[in-house]
């Protein structure tokens, strides 16, 4: 029988503070109206003092599990993708493993907010080489940590949650149809955290400078983002040979609703096949479309047969998409 690789068991987790729009203009200067009409968010998730990537992680994980009717001890591989692990080494994966009781490979994958259909291209392909039977791939982040909260461009527009899907050989006529990844190395300027690494370790002058934190170019990320999501979108409708029509669901990354309309124009999707959860969770990064992919199936969005399509844009820059037949 010919396998075909495809998710099993979804699983999420999202912090239980709420940090709303009103309560921003308390912290930084600015204004509900402000940030609802420029991002289209309302509220995010901040992640309690303590809790790490990987306590997210293994909620989500643990889900994942339980609704692909499998136990830790069956799984053959981790995957989890972040940039905001719990710390530099060991993986975050590798902390997820002890924590639900796994004993199989793991590592960490580091694309941004591409990181989940990245992290899906890698699970997929390795169960259709046949080296990996039931793969477990999680989007986790705790960005909270890692933000300039005076900074009102980048302060207001991200939040922490977490992700997971197993990933399995679902058999013919169903599961992922194909998959696109792309990145460009000239544009890593344009979104990065500078500091803590080898190029500029931490120091007392880092720390006082706040390169500890997110430094955005919005306007030209925006740019970007809106033509290489668009493309990529296309290319895998292309590659997995069906016609934009039968597209039943897109999913794309939430970072702007600006972006997700502009991206939706230039494909020509009605927004009415568009998933957006965005306004309750700003940018989760990496979670954010496997959150997204989460609701929607449990909102009765996505039925058996339908086809979806997923695209992600993140610092790299990265970008990807997949698409896939439920």
């Known amino acids: 029988m010919k396998r075909n690789a495809g998710i099993v068991g979804l699983g999420c987790y999202v912090p239980e503070k709420i940090l709303t729009n009103l309560e921003l203009e308390s912290i930084v200067e600015t204004t509900d109206e402000w940030i609802r009409t420029r991002t289209g968010i309302l509220e995010r998730r901040i992640a309690a003092k303590g809790q790490s990537s990987s306590d997210l992680a293994s909620q989500a994980a643990r889900e994942a599990l339980k609704n692909a009717g499998l136990g830790a001890s069956d799984l053959d591989l981790i995957i989890v993708a972040t940039i905001s692990g719990d710390m530099l080494f060991p993986s975050t994966a590798c902390l997820v493993q002890t924590k639900i009781g796994a004993t199989c490979p793991a590592f960490d994958l580091a694309a941004a907010c591409s990181g989940f259909p990245y992290a899906l291209a890698m699970a997929g392909g390795l169960v259709l080489a046949g080296q990996y039977k039931k793969i477990l791939i999680i989007g986790s982040e705790v960005l909270s940590g890692f933000i300039d909260w005076q900074d009102r461009s980048t302060c207001v527009l991200f939040g922490d949650g977490a992700g997971a899907a197993v990933v399995s050989d679902v058999g013919p006529d169903k599961g992922i149809l194909s998959t696109y990844l792309a990145a460009d190395g000239r544009y890593a300027d344009l979104l990065k955290i500078p500091a803590g690494g080898s190029a500029m370790p931490p120091s007392l002058e880092s720390v006082?400078?706040?390169?500890?934190?997110?430094?955005?170019?919005?306007?030209?990320?925006?740019?970007?983002?809106?033509?290489?999501?668009?493309?990529?979108?296309?290319?895998?409708?292309?590659?997995?040979?069906?016609?934009?029509?039968?597209?039943?669901?897109?999913?794309?990354h939430q970072a702007n609703l600006r972006i997700i309309q502009a991206v939706a124009e230039r494909t020509h999707v009605p927004l009415s096949k568009v998933f957006i959860n965005l306004d309750k969770y700003g940018n989760m990064s990496s979670a954010s479309t496997i959150v997204a992919l989460y609701e929607a199936v449990k909102s009765g969005r996505i039925q058996p047969g339908n086809h979806i399509a997923m695209v992600a844009f993140g610092s790299g820059l990265t970008w990807a998409s997949t698409v896939m037949k439920w």
């Open 208 to 252: 006082q400078q706040k390169l500890h934190t997110l430094k955005m170019n919005g306007s030209e990320v925006f740019k970007l983002a809106v033509r290489n999501m668009a493309d990529a979108v296309l290319k895998a409708i292309a590659l997995a040979g069906i016609s934009l029509e039968k597209i039943d669901l897109l999913i794309p």
